[in-house]
């Protein structure tokens, strides 16, 4: 390993989604904490870019889509590969640390930081580097354990001497953010003196989806029980919602639309549980402490609530860690199987204060 200890310009690369970037801030926090002179750029996705403004470690922010990222639109040309690598040079950054998970290849940014000129640059990786990476960490995920993903990211961290006892995910919630919630939830008539909850139905891949039918039987069965229910998502998300809702016999509220994400940080933050899907809420819940029902599909086993209490709700099948958008044997069991009322239960726990923990998700592995 080379000598990290008088490293002070950090490129942090986390090319995924908000929720990735998330589970990585304690590791951006490990890295301030050991040199807190220390300037922490984020080097990430359109997507992953967009909950950087609340991440208080972070000094900086370079937008990147990778022709390497499955989302990233066609290049015409090779051209914006080269033009980064030479701001990148530009600025002048003392190592680099890249941040992935098990099924995603380090070697691509590695070598575009290698072709920057950044001397220090550190990965887990799978295979032998060689000059790619200065400093590498033999990945040995999957095939002799499987970390949260938090956990490998502070374990990568560990290696050049960065190590932090506060492990919880960060985001700073804006007050103005704050008194706009409020606002909205004033508006939608909500009492904030009795029993709520979040529901969050909507979710990019299809195979991470509840069916709506069944979150409209969960909505119906909590507010028959005297719980509030206020429904999120964006806007493309509307008419989802607007069918759950048209399903239920109960009034419900929607902020559909409305939120911008810190705006999304502070509800949650206010609300006494979230029921999601598995997707960048519950990271955004988790990250300001909230307890969460996460309809957890068995596609990737990396990701559930951290740190906070939960209740991770699936149904074991033979084809679970698909890494799939789409379910390959097209059933959706995983998620379609969980009774809606096994749902409502385990809200009704966390509302109670019930901190009991979730079935790991290592011993389906």
């Known amino acids: 390993m080379a000598d990290w200890n008088a490293v002070e310009n ?14 990585t801030t304690p590791a951006l926090r490990a890295l301030k904490a050991s040199r807190p002179q220390r300037r922490v750029t984020l080097f990430t996705s359109s997507a992953g870019a967009a909950v950087a403004p609340l991440i208080p470690e972070l000094d900086h922010t370079i937008i990147y889509d ?15 590969e080269y033009d980064m690598a030479e701001r990148l040079r530009q600025l002048k950054f003392d190592a680099a640390i ?17 072709l920057a000129g950044i001397p220090l640059r550190l990965a887990h990786c799978h295979e032998n580097p060689y000059q790619l990476l200065s400093d590498w960490v033999r990945d040995l995920e999957p095939e002799q354990f499987i970390r949260h993903e938090v956990r490998r990211q502070l ?17 700073q919630v804006p007050e103005v953010a704050r008194c706009c919630v409020l606002n909205l939830l004033h508006e939608q008539g909500l009492d904030l003196s009795q029993p709520w909850v979040v529901i969050h139905p909507g979710a990019t891949a299809l195979s991470r989806r509840y069916p709506p039918e069944q979150f409209a039987v969960v909505a119906q069965q909590l507010i028959d029980e005297g719980v509030q229910v206020v429904f999120t998502g964006t806007q493309p998300e509307q008419e989802l919602v607007q069918q759950i809702q048209a399903t239920m016999m109960a009034r419900s509220h929607s902020l559909v639309g409305c939120l911008n ?13 979230l029921i999601s899907n598995n997707t960048g809420p519950v990271h955004v819940a988790a990250a300001v402490g909230t307890p969460v029902v996460d ?17 991770v709700l699936f149904q074991d099948v033979p084809c679970r860690f698909c890494y799939k958008s789409i379910c390959p044997e097209g059933h959706y069991h995983c998620l379609r199987l969980v009774a809606p009322e096994t749902v409502v239960r385990a809200t009704r726990e ?16």
């Open 261 to 273: 994400l810190g705006e999304l940080a502070a509800l949650l933050e206010l609300a006494p549980v």
């Open 155 to 171: 374990d990568l961290v560990a290696t050049v001497g960065c190590q932090i006892e506060d492990e919880r995910l960060s985001l």
């Open 98 to 114: 890249i941040f992935t998970v098990y099924s995603q290849n380090p070697l691509p940014s590695a070598f575009l930081c290698y």
């Open 66 to 80: 990778a022709p390497w990222l499955k989302a990233t639109a066609p290049r015409v040309n090779s051209q914006p």
């Open 10 to 23: 950090i490129l942090c690369i986390r090319l995924d989604t908000i929720g990735d970037v998330l589970m």
């Open 350 to 365: 966390l509302l109670s204060g019930a901190s009991a923990p979730s079935l790991p998700l290592e011993v389906l592995s």
């Open 295 to 311: 309809l957890y599909a068995l596609t990737n086993p990396q990701h559930t609530p951290w740190g906070v209490p939960n209740r």
